[in-house]
Every structure is written in structure tokens, then in C-alpha cells.
């Protein structure tokens, strides 16, 4: 998945209760349901790992 800003590749971030994507060349981070209509297959088998995600 790409980073609407840069374009570069967004990784799955967890951190104590929130899961966040972060952008590996320009840091924005998104939450999940800022860009839960783009995600790609990758991504979204990487978030199946998480039993909760909280949209905070």
C-alpha cells in the first residue's frame, strides 16, 4: 500500500493500543480507517493478525 502524500510504502505499525500505518519516506501516519477503502491485499492480511483494532 502507498502513502497518498509521498507514494512510498506503508508499513503496519503497532504500538500500545493502536495499530497505525506509517509511511516508510515521509512518516504521516494514517489510521486505519482514514484509508481502510485502499487497502491492499497484503496490508489487509498483515491487520488480520490484530483480534482488535480500535478506531480512535
Given at each position: ?7 512510498e ?18 512518516g ?5 480507517h482514514?484509508?481502510?477503502?485502499d487497502l ?5 492480511l498483515e ?5 482488535c483494532i480500535?478506531?480512535d
Amino acid at each position: 500500500m502507498k502513502c497518498r502524500q509521498c507514494n512510498e510504502k506503508l508499513h503496519v505499525q503497532r504500538r500500545c493500543r493502536q495499530v497505525r500505518l506509517r509511511c516508510s519516506g515521509c512518516g504521516r501516519e494514517y489510521q486505519i480507517h482514514e484509508v481502510a477503502a485502499d487497502l491492499d491485499p497484503e496490508t489487509e492480511l498483515e491487520l488480520e493478525r490484530f483480534t482488535c483494532i480500535i478506531y480512535d
